[in-house]
């Protein structure tokens, strides 16, 4: 008997543990369906390294990758945003954040 | 004993279902895993592109748009493999919010069938195309698989004679909103193809038509002959027509032997006028003509020159000065005829010559330049009909030693 409660306890916690990640990759489904595309995040200088990567990856220059948003990198911003038919603002929104992949950047993980 | 066997297969019977949880589990981890923020991923290098368009294209009303897609494949919309979509195409609209289902309407044309190309009618004018891959849910793909958004221009198509590449035709001298005499010239620009009269056969070549009040006729059948359609058929370049004062609008199409546009068409942009009142200016009497004397299209001077100003069956007085059939002259300087019912302006453009000078020494610098008289009366206001000659290009060279 005691065996048999042992290993169901067992079970159940496994499975509990199985199912616990799908619960929050919900959460943050709904996180991404509910975000202002057109908010611009607060990027920290690795963050704003990310997206000046991503931008020189697709030839449009932001100057050196120096973490900081200047002109050079907002030019190459805007260049990018009128290419691909995004509000071309200069300023790295959401919208700008997911059209580069760098969507955790977007969503703040 | 038996109660044991029993209990072990229980036990058994248990793990069973613990492994097959686990296993469930496990799948349903890989698939969510598969989207890893609730967004399908694109495969690395994937790329659409429009195979048969660039941008800054002309293209016909009706025109095929084949889809291209690299390192990645088309599949029918709520089909869930991986690298996998289905195809938008966005037309005369921004990216949609990369973030939700791709909208549905006539600016997001959806191809969930798994449509590789359409054939698309659009109206005349500019436009902007776009290609954005869906998953299974028409949610774009992260990071999003996306063509650049082209710009295309749709003219309508005209007939079986082409046009040169290049090829323009414009007013060289009228411009929109101009205020213009009831009587007035209007002067016809073609670049990079040849006037011809109408019936000539020769490439290359065709003849104005100057539309009045009226918009594009059918540009695939031979243009009307009317009062609002103007044939040029012996090939002129100019025409000098009378219209009732208020606002016109004034087009050119060029057209071929038989009277058809060409394909692309040529036509200019459709251009409005105001025709001023006469009544209410300084009326010139018949035939007053000022022109350049000694002087040409085309003649060649030095930099410092002295022109003279010709004036036939009228007489020269200075500005103040309100004699019937007098005026004083305003040499233009590469410009086009100021407002012909307003007071001309005074700058480096238009010179006055208000003492009644019938001669000037100028200036010009180095190159060609277009020059023309217009008179004005007492007031620096175009008389009515107002007497200006036809602007000539002279070519400046430097002062001898």
Redesign the interface.
Known sequence: ?K??VI??I??AS??GA??L??AS?DN???A??N?N?SAVPDLNRDAVRKVQAALGAKSFDPGPIDGIIGPRTRAAVRKYQD?????ATGEID??TL????T??LA?G? | MQVGAKRIKAASSIVALLFAGVALTASAAVTQAQSSNGLTPSPPGAEVYFINLKDGATIPEKVKIFFGLKNMGVAPAGSDLPNSGHHHLLIDTELPPLNRPIPNDFNHLHFGAGQTETELTLKPGPHTLQLLMGDKNHVPHSPPVMSARIHVMVVPKGGPTPSAPGAKVYFTELKDGAVVPPKFTVYFGLKNMGVAPAGSDRPNSGHHHLLIDTGLPPLDKPIPNDFNHLHFGAGQTQATITLKPGKHTLQLLFADKDHIPHNPPLFSKRITIQVADPSLRTPSPPGAKVYFVGLHDGSVVHQHVTLHFGLENMGVAPAGIAKPNTGHHHLLIDTTLPPLNQPIPNDFHHLHFGAGQTEATVTLPLGKHKLQLLLGDAKHIPHNPPVYSKPITVTVIKDEK
Do not use: R, Y
Not at chain 1, 83 to 87: E, P, R, T, Y
Not at chain 1, 98 to 101: K, M, P, S, T
């Open positions: 008997m065996k048999l290993v169901t067992a079970a496994l499975l199985a199912t990640p799908a990759q943050q489904s709904a991404i369906k975000l595309m290419h691909f038919g995004i509000k959401n919208q997911f059209a580069l992949g969507v955790q969503t993980h």
